[in-house]
């Protein structure tokens, strides 16, 4: 893993120098947006709590052979859910009405989940292709629900009126913008775990995966276990949109995803579908994401250098079996 970061940090030094800047000074940048104060934590793990929860819910669908890469339409469905919850379910305690926006968000990101499943069973349809054209679908979805429907009459913008505080997620670390849905997406991370390792279902999951006919003639049903997966997959993804609205904006608007759901999917490949890698590697890229929006602004490097850099340090990790098995048949 050295040498795939040394590679990936000398091509983008380069970049860096020809740029104008100093690499040393924008690698010390990067480290110290990420993580050089408790602010700047709770930056990180704001970033990174979505990207979690989304690569989450991918692992489930991924490790039973269905290759549902709509994380992102699911989001915004899941966020939708979360803003209808919190703005028309009122007049509950504070505890119970966001336990009613949670649930809210992984229903909506469920049912948008479980459609690439159960056109796959039903009609033999490729789920990578239908599940891509559902995020499209959530998109336009959610464009249209916050000019219309749930568009706030006071706002100048295509948003929605803002939740009530009875539906927003606490702040964890006082002084920080740190959000309590990092503390959900690492229980549901062991929670994942449990159930991919200790119980039938998730024994189900992992020989579907393997091999569906053997799975099928071993008398798994394996529709059933298909349909459950992309629920419990698509729900979890719609809870990084629940995360967005409770514990970011609270309103519902075009701009509440930087790509969560497509960058989860790096994410989880490069965690190698294991939930608590995925953790660690979801932890590194929240870094780099907050890390670089505070290079940009305090060297003023172009933010089209700082994404170049992200994006190969990640590709670097995606490639690292590749690399490694190469170098080791040089040497």
Do not use: C
């Not at 009459?153 to 006082?174: E, G, N």
């Not at 393997?210 to 049903?221: H, K, L, R, S």
């Not at 660690?280 to 870094?287: C, Y």
């Amino acid at each position: 893993m050295i040498i795939v970061f040394a590679l990936a940090l000398g091509i983008t030094s380069v970049l860096i120098y020809i740029s104008g800047f100093s690499p040393l000074e924008v690698y010390w940048g990067l480290l110290d947006g990420g993580f050089g104060s408790l602010h700047r934590i709770g930056l990180t793990l704001n970033e990174t709590t979505p990207i979690l929860l989304a690569g989450l819910g991918l692992i489930l669908m991924f490790k039973g052979g269905v290759w549902n890469i709509g994380a992102e339409g699911q989001l915004y469905m899941g966020a939708v859910g979360a803003v209808v919850a919190g703005l028309f379910l009122t007049g509950v305690p504070g505890p119970l009405h966001l336990l009613l926006v949670a649930i809210a968000s992984f229903i909506f990101g469920g049912i948008w989940g479980v459609i690439p499943a159960i056109l796959k069973i039903k009609y033999k349809t490729n789920e990578i292709i239908t599940s891509l054209m559902t995020v499209f679908i959530a998109w336009w979805f959610l464009v249209y629900a916050v000019r219309f429907p749930l568009h706030s009459p006071t706002a100048f913008i295509p948003v929605s009126d803002k939740i009530p505080f009875t539906a927003r997620l606490p702040i964890i670390l006082p002084g920080t913008p740190a959000h309590a849905g990092i503390l959900i997406a690492l229980g549901l991370a062991a929670v994942v775990w449990f159930i991919l390792q200790k119980s039938t279902f998730g024994y189900r999951i992992k020989a579907l995966g393997i091999n569906p006919d053997t799975a099928f003639y071993g008398g798994i049903p394996v529709g059933k276990v298909m349909i459950t997966s992309g629920i419990l997959g698509g729900g979890l993804a719609g809870l990084a949109g629940m995360a967005q609205v409770s514990g970011i904006h609270y309103l519902l608007a075009d701009y509440l995803s930087a790509n969560y759901g497509w960058l989860a999917i790096l994410v989880v490949f490069i965690g190698r579908l294991e939930p608590f890698r995925t953790v660690l590697v979801a932890i590194l890229l929240g870094g780099l994401l907050s890390g670089s929006h505070s290079v940009q602004m305090s060297l003023g490097i172009d933010v089209t250098v700082v994404h170049i850099l992200v994006a190969l340090i990640m590709l670097s990790l995606v490639l690292e079996p590749v690399i490694e098995k190469r170098l080791e048949r040089l040497f």
